[in-house]
């Protein structure tokens, strides 16, 4: 049997105990999970750097995902089979939110001539689950399943605000943010008003935190019972309108669309 590595072991200690965790099945989805665009194909070696595993663990994740269709092999490349993408669409069919949100991401985006889309939060990441473009080139990689960092976007801002005040501090006392532009606002006493600014207007404007060029604008969506569950945004490039008039143009669309679906999000 591998030997755990001390930060696997670390980590396994840390973790409630009980006889229903499968370690197994977790190191087999931490195998998936290394996959991105930027490591598209990886040796045995690669993945077991990446997730910091031993190569015996996952040598065999990879045999198993191979036989069950997941991954498939090339010489001594491994690569992500679309196969993949039932374990995506498993969810994107089985909730509500993204069933009932890329019409209404598609519709958006067509009337207003730019990008729409909803995400919900996962960890430290906004992920998209609906997303409308309008028809130009998309940019690269933003799609279902993109994850953005919550914490320099609108979605994400937005989605931050609809935490109650532990758990929204639970998530600055560990999240390490790193600039991903000049922009980036990046101290946290800064986050947290700005966060709580968000929560208390119900919108969310951030301009060019993530990404040059592009400024966002996003309202929470709600559950009829006043949870939030998701956000909607509606993105341009900085140069066709100030983020003044961004307001001014599409904060009503939003919240109209938001208070429609308030009763058909569960």
Request: charged share 20%.
């Given at each position: 049997m591998s030997k755990?590595?001390?930060?696997?072991?670390?980590?396994?200690?840390?973790?409630?105990?009980?006889?229903?965790?499968?370690?197994?099945?977790?190191r087999g989805l931490r195998v998936i999970a290394a996959f991105d665009g930027g490591h598209a194909q990886m040796t045995l070696s690669d993945v077991a750097r990446a997730i910091d595993?031993?190569?015996?663990?996952?040598?065999?994740?990879?045999?198993?995902?191979?036989?069950?269709?997941?991954?498939?092999?090339?010489?001594?490349?491994f690569r992500l089979?679309?196969?993949v993408l039932q374990l995506a669409a498993a969810y994107l069919f089985s909730n509500p939110?993204?069933?009932?949100?890329?019409?209404?991401?598609?519709?958006?985006?067509?009337?207003?001539?730019?990008?729409?889309?909803?995400?919900v939060l996962d960890g430290e990441d906004a992920v998209m689950v609906a997303r409308g473009q309008p028809r130009r080139p998309a940019a690269l990689g933003l799609g279902i399943g993109f994850?953005?960092?919550?914490?320099?976007?609108?979605?994400?801002?937005?989605?931050?605000?609809?935490?109650?005040?532990?758990?929204l501090d639970a998530f600055l006392r560990r999240?390490?943010?790193?600039?991903l532009t000049p922009h980036t606002l990046t101290d946290k006493a800064r986050l947290r008003r700005a966060i709580l600014r968000v929560r208390a207007e119900g919108i969310a404007l951030v301009e060019q935190?993530?990404?040059?060029?592009?400024r966002s604008l996003a309202v929470p969506l709600r559950r009829f019972d006043g949870v939030g569950v998701a956000a909607l945004n509606i993105a341009v490039?900085?140069?066709?309108?100030?983020?003044?008039?961004?307001?001014e143009a599409f904060a009503p669309r939003l919240r109209q669309e938001a208070a429609a679906l308030r009763l058909q999000l569960i």
């Open positions: 755990l590595r001390a930060a696997d072991a670390t980590a396994r200690a840390a973790r409630a105990a009980s006889p229903d965790f499968s370690e197994a099945l977790a595993l031993p190569r015996a663990t996952v040598r065999r994740a990879l045999y198993t995902l191979g036989e069950l269709g997941y991954v498939a092999a090339e010489g001594r490349l089979t679309p196969k939110v993204s069933s009932i949100l890329q019409p209404v991401c598609d519709r958006l985006s067509a009337d207003v001539d730019a990008a729409c889309s909803v995400a994850r953005l960092p919550a914490f320099c976007t609108a979605l994400g801002r937005t989605l931050l605000g609809t935490l109650d005040d532990a758990a999240l390490k943010p790193q600039p935190e993530a990404e040059l060029g592009m490039p900085v140069g066709r309108m100030t983020g003044a008039a961004m307001r």
